[in-house]
C-alpha cells in the first residue's frame, strides 16, 4: 500500500512570496490532515477535511493560509504572502476517517521543509 | 482544549537498556492516545497506541501503559537498540483533531 505522498520535499523562499504544497493521501482515505511542525515542537493541526469539506480550520491563520480538497482526494496548503515564522515542516497525514475523539490511526507523510529568508 | 505534557524532552540510554517517556492529558474525555517514532527528515510514524478500555498494551520491545484516573500514560522500550533512537511523540484527541506533546529526543548509544 502506498502512504501519503507530499512535494516538494524542501522549499526555500523570501518573505512575502507564495509558496503551495501537494498532498496526496492513502487511497480510499476520506480524512485528510495538514500539519505544521516548528523545530524542537510536536505536529500543531492547521486544517482537516473529511472528504472535499472542512472540519476544522479553527487553527489555520486565514489571512495568509489557505487549503483545498475540491475532488476529496489530493490537497494543496498554500501560504501567501510568507513570514519568517512560518518556517517549519508541513506534514499532510491521512485516515479512514475522523471526527471522533476515539480517532483512527492517522498516516503522516515526509512533509514539505519551508525555509522564509 | 487538549493539553499534553510530556517528559523527558531528552533520554540518553545505553544500547539494551530500558527507555521510558510519559505524558499527561488534560480532557477526560480523551480514550485514544497513540504514539509516533520521527526519524530526521521523515514524517511521523505510528508505532503503538491503546484505547482507554484497557490499561496496557505490549508489541514485542514496545509496551504503552494508560493510567485514566491519573490521566497519563507512558511508553516503554525494553532492550533498546541503536535504530531507536528517535523522535517520539504522544497525543491525544482534542474533538476533531490529535494534540500532540513536545516530544522526547531518545539515543541509544552502542
Known amino acids: 500500500e502506498a502512504g501519503v505522498a507530499q512535494s516538494p520535499r524542501y522549499k526555500i523562499i523570501e518573505k512575502r512570496q507564495s509558496v503551495a504544497f501537494w498532498c496526496n493521501p492513502i487511497s480510499g482515505h476520506a480524512t485528510l490532515y495538514w500539519y505544521q511542525q516548528i523545530l524542537g515542537q510536536g505536529p500543531k493541526l492547521l486544517i482537516q477535511?473529511?472528504?472535499?469539506?472542512?472540519?476544522?480550520d479553527s487553527q489555520l491563520p486565514k489571512d495568509r493560509f489557505s487549503a483545498e480538497r475540491l475532488k476529496g482526494v489530493d490537497s494543496t496548503l498554500k501560504i501567501q504572502p510568507a513570514k519568517l515564522e512560518d518556517s517549519a515542516v508541513y506534514l499532510c497525514?491521512?485516515?479512514?476517517?475522523?471526527?471522533?475523539?476515539?480517532?483512527?490511526?492517522?498516516?503522516f507523510g515526509p512533509g514539505t521543509r519551508l525555509t522564509v529568508t | 482544549g487538549e493539553n499534553v505534557e510530556q517528559h523527558p524532552s531528552t533520554l540518553s540510554v545505553q544500547e539494551g537498556d530500558s527507555a521510558v517517556i510519559k505524558c499527561t492529558y488534560s480532557?477526560?474525555?480523551?480514550?485514544?492516545f497513540p504514539w509516533y517514532k520521527q526519524e530526521l527528515g521523515k514524517g511521523p510514524q505510528l508505532i503503538i497506541d491503546i484505547r482507554s478500555n484497557v490499561g496496557e498494551k505490549k508489541d514485542q520491545r514496545i509496551a504503552v501503559t494508560l493510567n485514566k484516573t491519573a490521566k497519563h500514560f507512558s511508553l516503554h522500550i525494553t532492550e533498546t537498540q541503536p535504530e531507536d533512537s528517535a523522535v517520539y511523540f504522544c497525543a491525544a484527541p482534542n474533538n476533531n483533531d490529535m494534540r500532540f506533546g513536545a516530544g522526547t529526543r531518545l539515543t541509544v548509544k552502542p
Open positions: 477535511f473529511q472528504n472535499n469539506g472542512v472540519v476544522d
Open positions: 480532557d477526560s474525555a480523551s480514550n485514544y
Open positions: 497525514a491521512s485516515s479512514l476517517w475522523g471526527g471522533l475523539a476515539g480517532g483512527p490511526e492517522q498516516y
